[in-house]
């Protein structure tokens, strides 16, 4: 089974939103359509990077990681090298 950490953003806001789950699909799809109380809010409009994992715990620590940074710089820098990130 495959886990994955991901990356929603609000285009207008420049907003981010991290989080990690075994259906990357269907857990977008929740998330587009206010179905989650926290994106709901946000707004987030579109999946901007995801990695892939075969360990819950690793996506959910990528996760956890991504999250306590402070700024926005590291984020945007690894939507814009996704092909050199992972």
Known sequence: MSYYMYI????Q????Y?????NLRR????????KTRTTKVLKTD??????????E???RNREKKLK???????IKWL?????TAQ
């Open 46 to 55: 579109k999946l901007v990077y995801f990695e892939e994992y075969n360990v």
């Open 68 to 74: 306590s940074y402070k700024s926005k710089k590291y």
């Open 79 to 83: 939507i814009n090298n996704k092909s």
């Open 57 to 59: 715990a690793e996506a």
């Open 13 to 16: 806001k420049d907003r981010f």
């Open 8 to 11: 929603l953003k609000n285009e």
């Open 18 to 22: 991290i989080g990690s789950t075994n």
């Open 27 to 34: 857990r977008l799809k929740e998330h587009l359509q206010g």
